[in-house]
């Protein structure tokens, strides 16, 4: 997708989206990095945006699927439950690795305490393949006190880029009261 703000107006929303991600991550409990089987090196334009849309969509269904497993129907019935899911698409820019394939990098939080890390890792993992471009190469760690701020800047560092469209906004989702918390 092109970049229509003019350099300032992209500053000020990269700086307002870290101060606004970084309140969030410090309720974040996992890093996570899904692998997609499609390929970014020498893409043009108009095929990448139609690989972003893609991978949109497919964690569309894989965030649902993850609520599902995180939570049951609690999701749907509490907004308490609803877990933290940020994610970014990157790889969009890639000019210069021939095996690089779109990957997204994720922090999740609001996870019931009985979830452990294996269950979490075993559960993506079908999740991920399940959908049209997963693939098994998933990565999932836990994130300790102070680690959650750095794995975002992380997750962002496109932005500083010039893919300052990294975050998939469409797939985040944060309960009300982690909301209420960071605007107050």
Same mark, same amino acid.
């Given at each position: 997708?092109?970049?229509?703000?003019?350099? !300032? /107006?992209?500053?000020?929303?990269?700086?307002? =989206?870290?101060?606004?991600?970084?309140?969030?991550? @410090?309720?974040?409990?996992?890093?996570?990095?899904? =692998?997609?089987?499609?390929?970014?090196?020498? $893409?043009?334009?108009?095929? +990448?945006?139609? %690989?972003?849309?893609?991978?949109?969509?497919?964690?569309? /269904?894989?965030?649902? %699927?993850?609520?599902?497993? +995180?939570?049951?129907?609690?999701?749907?019935?509490?907004?308490?439950?609803?877990?933290?899911?940020?994610?970014?698409?990157?790889?969009?820019?890639?000019?210069?690795?021939?095996?690089?394939?779109?990957?997204?990098?994720?922090? @999740?939080?609001?996870?019931?305490?009985?979830?452990? =890390?294996?269950?979490?890792? /075993?559960?993506?993992?079908?999740?991920?393949?399940?959908?049209?471009?997963?693939?098994? /190469?998933? +990565? $999932?760690?836990?994130?300790?006190?102070?680690?959650? @701020?750095?794995?975002?800047?992380?997750?962002?560092?496109? !932005?500083?880029?010039?893919?300052?469209?990294?975050?998939?906004? $469409?797939?985040? =989702? @944060?309960?009300?009261?982690?909301?209420?918390?960071?605007?107050?």
């Amino acid at each position: 997708m092109r970049n229509l703000l003019h350099k !300032s /107006d992209e500053l000020a929303y990269i700086k307002a =989206q870290t101060d606004y991600l970084e309140k969030l991550a @410090v309720h974040c409990d996992y890093a996570i990095t899904l =692998q997609t089987c499609l390929p970014t090196y020498a $893409v043009s334009e108009a095929t +990448m945006d139609k %690989r972003i849309e893609l991978t949109r969509r497919s964690l569309f /269904d894989f965030r649902l %699927r993850f609520n599902r497993l +995180m939570t049951g129907n609690g999701w749907r019935r509490n907004n308490n439950y609803l877990p933290i899911f940020l994610a970014a698409i990157e790889g969009t820019q890639n000019i210069y690795d021939k095996n690089r394939t779109l990957h997204i990098h994720i922090a @999740v939080g609001n996870l019931h305490p009985a979830a452990t =890390q294996e269950l979490i890792t /075993d559960g993506i993992r079908q999740l991920w393949m399940a959908t049209e471009i997963g693939t098994e /190469d998933i +990565m $999932v760690d836990r994130l300790t006190k102070d680690t959650e @701020v750095r794995w975002i800047k992380y997750i962002s560092k496109e !932005s500083g880029a010039g893919n300052w469209q990294c975050i998939d906004y $469409v797939n985040t =989702q @944060v309960p009300q009261k982690i909301l209420e918390k960071i605007n107050n």
